[in-house]
């Protein structure tokens, strides 16, 4: 994006000077494109800093099991990594080793996962979900096997209507995943 900005930029100033009758009005030009660079360089900063403000689905695991959906859920999408992860120490007031606070991506969207110390009356519900549009039927079918497997099937691989292929599954760790296929 700054090569394209920088680019353009030149170009402009390059046919600027060229038009130019005087030094002086080179000089004045130079001036001003220095000055919409600097605008233009605060424009990207800015869209860039936006662009890592996101908004992060949060997995609160209760089994200290947050390190193996992690990487269970990084396994099945492509682009998909690790962030940082953060782990409890000897002296916190969970199991050392585990998630104090992990972040990941799966294929570009982010999320966050802990292990809680706090056994809490809730957990995961289907009415929260994590919606996936598929691009192929091998995709969704792969997906379905492996988020089933162990899991429960909330609604199998079918044609509802909707979508020619959908189904609503809820994994082994208890997160809920809507598979669709585009």
Known sequence: MNKIISLLILMFFINSCSNSNSKNDANEELIALRSELTNLKKLVAVSEGDANKQIA?????????????????ISLFEN????????YGKDGPAKEGTILMATFELNGSKFACSDSYIKHEWTFTPGVSVFVECSSTIEIENLFAKLSDGGTILMPLDNYGWSSKFAFVEDRF?????????
């Not at 947050?66 to 269970?72: K, S």
């Open 174 to 182: 208890g997160v809920s995943w809507q598979l669709n296929l585009k």
């Open 57 to 73: 689905t949060f997995f609160t695991f209760q089994e200290n099991n947050a390190e193996e959906a992690m990487n269970f859920y």
């Open 80 to 87: 998909s990594r690790v962030v940082d992860v953060q782990r």
